[in-house]
Antibody, heavy 119, light 108 residues
Framework: QVQLVESGGGVVQPGGSLRLSCAAS????????MHWVRQAPGKGLEWVAF????????YYADSVKGRFTISRDNSKNTLYLQMNSLRAEDTAVYYC????????????WGQGTLVTVSS | AIRMTQSPSSFSASTGDRVTITCRAS??????LAWYQQKPGKAPKLLIY???TLQSGVPSRFSGSGSGTDFTLTISCLQSEDFATYYC??????????FGQGTKVEIK
């Protein structure tokens, strides 16, 4: 069965950096696009970033463009989100999510990892 | 960016009720719409895609309809496990992929 397990969250000061990981199993990771979606405490869902199955295309939300970088290592079945210049408004649970094809919806989600940006 | 607006934002209902949640897109999105259910402290779960196609394993009491700008999610007979927050999401035009603000279904 499809499993997505995020890690790397924690508390970081404003301006700091963090790298999230998402370990995938139960499907052919290298064949599917992947997303990061976040949810601030008590708020709704916000799409953050997308990467094509082969890493050739990447898209970002305007709110994180230039600060966050999505990447993947298909040999390790792992998705990453490098977050730099973090701000208080980046505080959220970050979910990785699988795309059923390319640039569609989110058919499987991880359990999420909490990132708190605070001094 | 396409804006997705859900209504109502929250409401109370009783087990056995038929409930309908509405999602409106700021421009036409054909049938490129998905619905998710989220329970407190849990990840969202895909219920419906392509506006009306039920994801595998989702109970048949859930159904979706609509195309263009107006969509609905209907739960035909509300069960205790259905009390949750529901989100619509468009994938017609991206980036960004956009969600509605959510509709919380609470117990009356």
């Amino acid at each position: 069965q499809v499993q997505l397990v995020e890690s790397g969250g924690g508390v970081v000061q404003p301006g700091g950096s963090l790298r999230l990981s998402c370990a995938a199993s139960g499907f052919t990771f290298s064949s599917y696009g992947m997303h990061w979606v976040r949810q601030a405490p008590g708020k709704g869902l916000e799409w953050v970033a997308f990467i094509r199955y082969d890493g050739s295309n990447k898209y970002y939300a305007d709110s994180v463009k230039g600060r966050f970088t999505i990447s993947r290592d298909n040999s390790k079945n792992t998705l990453y989100l490098q977050m730099n210049s973090l701000r208080a408004e980046d505080t959220a649970v970050y979910y990785c999510a699988k795309d059923p094809a390319t640039a569609m919806f989110f058919d499987y989600w991880g359990q999420g990892t909490l990132v708190t940006v605070s001094s | 960016a396409i804006r997705m607006t859900q209504s109502p934002s929250s409401f109370s209902a009783s087990t056995g009720d038929r409930v309908t949640i509405t999602c409106r897109a700021s421009q036409g999105i054909s049938s490129y719409l998905a619905w998710y259910q989220q329970k407190p402290g849990k990840a969202p779960k895909l219920l419906i895609y392509a506006a009306s196609t039920l994801q595998s394993g989702v109970p048949s009491r859930f159904s979706g309809s609509g195309s263009g700008t107006d969509f609905t999610l209907t739960i035909s007979c509300l069960q205790s496990e259905d009390f949750a927050t529901y989100y619509c999401q468009q994938y017609y035009s991206y980036p960004p992929w956009t969600f509605g603000q959510g509709t919380k279904v609470e117990i009356k």
